[in-house]
C-alpha cells in the first residue's frame, strides 16, 4: 500500500494531431508540494502537456488521477474548479478590459444571474495582486501594462480559486532580471503553501533554482526525471538533446551551454549591481549541482 496518494499521476498519456504524436504514453507523478520543471527541445510536446493537464486540450489515451481520483478535464474551467491553475504560453489578454475584468474572465462572480458583483470580484483581484511587488491598479486597462506586468496579472489570475497545482508554461520567458526573479519567489512561495507548480522553462539556471525534480521531454516521451540535487546540466543536456551521457557531443553541447550559462550569470550579477537591489535568486542556489 502506498504511504500517501500523489496529487497527480498520469498514466499512458498520448496526444495525437493528425500525423504528429505530440505525446506518447507518458507517465507522470506529481506530489503535493513539489515543484516540477518541464524542458525539452522546441516541439517536445512541453505545452501540449500543460494544456492537457490545464483542461484546454483532451488526451487522445491515458488516464489522468487527480486526488486519487480518476478525471476527465473538459476544459479550462473544469480544471480551475478542480484545484488546477494554469498560464499557458502566450496567454491573451482581453486589451479593451480593465486589470479586474482580465483576472475574472470567464470567472465573473454574481450577485444574482445576469448582475456581476463588481464590489466584491474589485476586492478580490486588489487581493490576489497583493501577493506580488507591484504598483498595478486593478482599474487599469490591460493594453497599459508592460510584458512583466501583464505577466504578473496572469500569475496572479491563478490564485483566485486557491489551487493545488499550479501550471506555467514559460512563465519568465521574456521577463527582466528583476520580473524573473519575482517570478521564482513566487514558484517558492506557492511550494512553501502546499501547492505543487509545473514549469515548463527553457532556462537552465532558473529551472535548477526552483524545482525540486526536473523531467525531460524529447520527441514526446519522458527521457529521465530527476531529483534536481541528483542531476547535473550536463546530464539535463544530454536528456534534452538526446546524446549519450559522457559522448564528444554531449560534452560539447555541455560545454557550448556552460560558457552561455556563465555569460548570463555575469550578466545578470552586474545588471543587478547596477539596479543596486537584492532580487530574490540567491548566489550558490542557482548554481547547477554536478554530478
Ligand atoms: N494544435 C496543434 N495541431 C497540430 N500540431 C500541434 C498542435 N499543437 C502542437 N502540435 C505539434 O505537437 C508537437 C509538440 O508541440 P508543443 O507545442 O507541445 O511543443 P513544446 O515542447 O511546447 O515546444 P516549444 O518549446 O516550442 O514551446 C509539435 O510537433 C507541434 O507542432
Ligand atoms: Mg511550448
Known amino acids: ?103 475574472f474572465l470567464g470567472k465573473e462572480i454574481r450577485q444574482a444571474p445576469g448582475i456581476r458583483d463588481d464590489t466584491t470580484m474589485i476586492a478580490r483581484a ?36 486557491d489551487p493545488a497545482l499550479v501550471l506555467l508554461d514559460e512563465p519568465t520567458a521574456s521577463l527582466s532580471v528583476i520580473q524573473t526573479a519575482e517570478v521564482l ?16 522553462c527553457h532556462d537552465l539556471p532558473d529551472v535548477f533554482a526552483v524545482s525540486d525534480r526536473i523531467v525531460v521531454l524529447r520527441h514526446g516521451r519522458i527521457n529521465g526525471v530527476h531529483r534536481t540535487a541528483q542531476t547535473s546540466y550536463e546530464q539535463i543536456i544530454a536528456e534534452i538533446a538526446g546524446v549519450a551521457e559522457g559522448g564528444d557531443m554531449q560534452d560539447d553541447l555541455a560545454r557550448r551551454m556552460r560558457r552561455d550559462v556563465s555569460a548570463r550569470r555575469s550578466a545578470l550579477i552586474s545588471r543587478r549591481r547596477a539596479d543596486g537591489e537584492r532580487i530574490g535568486i540567491a548566489d550558490g542556489e542557482s548554481e547547477p549541482v554536478t554530478a
Open 185 to 200: 519567489t513566487y514558484i517558492k512561495k506557492l511550494r512553501s503553501q502546499g501547492r505543487s507548480v509545473i514549469m515548463v
Open 126 to 161: 486588489r487581493e490576489v495582486l497583493g501577493a506580488f511587488a507591484t504598483t498595478i491598479g486593478t482599474g487599469q486597462p490591460i493594453a497599459a501594462l508592460s510584458i512583466g506586468q501583464r505577466q504578473t496579472v496572469a500569475l496572479a489570475r491563478t490564485l483566485l480559486h
Open 1 to 103: 500500500m502506498r504511504e500517501k496518494t500523489p496529487l497527480l499521476e498520469l498514466r499512458g498519456i498520448s496526444m495525437r494531431f493528425g500525423f504528429v504524436d505530440a505525446l506518447k504514453s507518458v507517465d507522470l507523478v506529481i506530489e503535493p508540494g513539489e515543484v516540477v520543471s518541464l524542458v525539452g527541445d522546441n516541439g517536445a510536446g512541453k505545452s501540449t502537456l500543460v494544456k492537457i493537464l490545464g483542461g484546454l486540450q483532451q488526451p487522445t489515451s491515458g488516464v489522468m488521477t487527480f486526488r486519487g481520483s480518476t478525471v476527465k478535464l473538459s476544459s479550462v474551467r473544469d480544471a480551475d474548479e478542480m484545484g488546477i491553475a494554469s498560464v499557458f504560453q502566450g496567454q491573451e489578454f482581453c486589451e479593451n478590459l480593465s486589470v479586474a475584468a482580465n483576472i
